[in-house]
């Protein structure tokens, strides 16, 4: 049983995700201890507890610990065989990390898997469901990765509430990755979004958002507002946030986001989003900081050799390489600090499905 203790690196619950991650697609028993360590609120929260039990039953896996602010979890899965789920958080905790945890071993499963998540879509420190839907599985589909997701319903903090369905379909292997010459932007996109609270808000985020990135020399840019009446508005509680994708001539797509709250100007949410998109294009990398971390596992397990360079090698993504060592025996090549743009580069191993 591989010993991975919670506490390296970030400390967080990509720790948990990640390890959990590679275990289930390996086959390979963990023993997690000190999950969650340098967070304020150490071991097992409501939606980390979801996620294990979620990927307890597509792995068939036997689990010791699983239980709320459990510090330590004994993981052992066995075959991968797909299906239907159904997953309700009970908070407002994030679905799309759900989704990290069940995308991997999802994709080499004995057939298709489909799942409805019920939680919050757009959260702090969190991917929102539009950064998942438009950068991070239309750059995994460059390996082949055969993912779908569709946002039924928002949620936001403190209600949640939001629904999000995703399909995934098995494949046999996973083809390596180069994204390293991002190229001349071609295209802005984004979504601006509004929920429970005047229209107007989104309308503000959307058109601060494209000033500023006119402003700054992109001349295509194209951002959509999306509110409801409040009369037939189906969402549990207001919130209003953006996420912006860039789509280069070198086929990659870097994104950006920000979240509205109580007391911060629309415009400040739009122009806060653009600049993060600026600040990263800036650095003539082809992967943007959220997604480096998020394609470490996937790289690791794709056939050939994958390189990317990133506009910020990230807290989370140096943990997740050490962690893809530490399980699956993996060496990066790594050029670069911690905090700053940087290369990486890895010989895959070809995982196959079983």
């Known amino acids: 049983m591989i010993e991975v203790d919670g506490s390296m690196g970030e400390g967080g619950g990509a720790v948990l995700r990640t390890a959990l991650g590679l275990s289930a697609v390996s086959w390979k028993p963990i023993h997690i201890y000190n999950i969650r360590a340098k967070r304020t609120k150490p071991?097992?929260?409501p939606q980390h507890l979801r996620g294990v039990e979620a990927l307890s039953k597509l792995t068939n896996a036997r689990v010791e610990g699983l239980e709320l602010h459990s510090k330590e979890l004994k993981f052992e899965p066995s075959a991968i065989e797909g299906g239907r789920y159904r997953v309700d958080i009970g908070t407002a905790?994030?679905?799309t990390l759900i989704l990290q945890i069940l995308m991997p071993a999802a994709a080499f499963a004995g057939k298709p898997v489909e799942?409805?998540?019920t939680g919050g879509t757009d959260n702090p420190f969190a991917p929102?469901?539009?950064f998942l839907k438009n950068i991070t599985l239309p750059t995994l589909r460059k390996m082949e990765y055969r993912?779908?997701?569709?946002?039924?319903?928002?949620g936001h903090y403190p209600r949640g509430g939001g629904i999000v369905r995703a399909r995934i379909e098995p494949v046999e292997k996973l083809g390596a990755l180069k994204l390293t010459e991002p190229g001349r932007v071609?295209?802005?996109a984004g979504v601006a979004h509004c929920v429970r609270l005047p229209a107007h808000i989104a309308t503000r985020m959307a058109h601060a958002a494209s000033m500023a990135l006119i402003k700054a020399g992109q001349a295509k840019v194209d951002i959509k507002a999306e509110s409801y009446p409040p009369t037939r508005d189906p969402h549990l509680g207001p919130g209003t946030g953006i996420t912006l994708w860039a789509e280069t001539e070198g086929g990659t797509i870097l994104g950006a986001s920000s979240l509205g709250k109580q007391g911060k100007p629309?415009?400040?949410?739009?122009?806060?989003?653009?600049?993060s998109l600026l600040k990263q294009l800036q650095t003539g990398c082809a992967v943007d900081s959220h997604l480096t971390d998020q394609?470490?596992?996937y790289l690791a397990l794709a056939e050939g050799t994958s390189e990317i360079t990133s506009a910020e090698l990230t807290s989370h993504a140096l943990t997740n390489i050490a962690l893809v060592k530490q399980i699956l025996g993996v060496k990066f090549e790594v050029e670069g600090q911690r905090g700053q743009p940087g290369r990486i580069r890895v010989e895959g191993l070809g995982f196959a499905r079983r």
Do not use: F
């Not at 629309?266 to 600049?275: F, L």
């Open 43 to 45: 071991g097992l929260q």
């Open 93 to 95: 905790g994030s679905t």
């Open 115 to 117: 799942v409805e998540i």
């Open 128 to 130: 929102p469901i539009d």
């Open 147 to 154: 993912g779908e997701v569709e946002c039924v319903q928002r």
């Open 186 to 188: 071609v295209h802005i």
């Open 266 to 275: 629309a415009e400040e949410v739009g122009r806060e989003a653009a600049e």
């Open 295 to 297: 394609l470490v596992l």
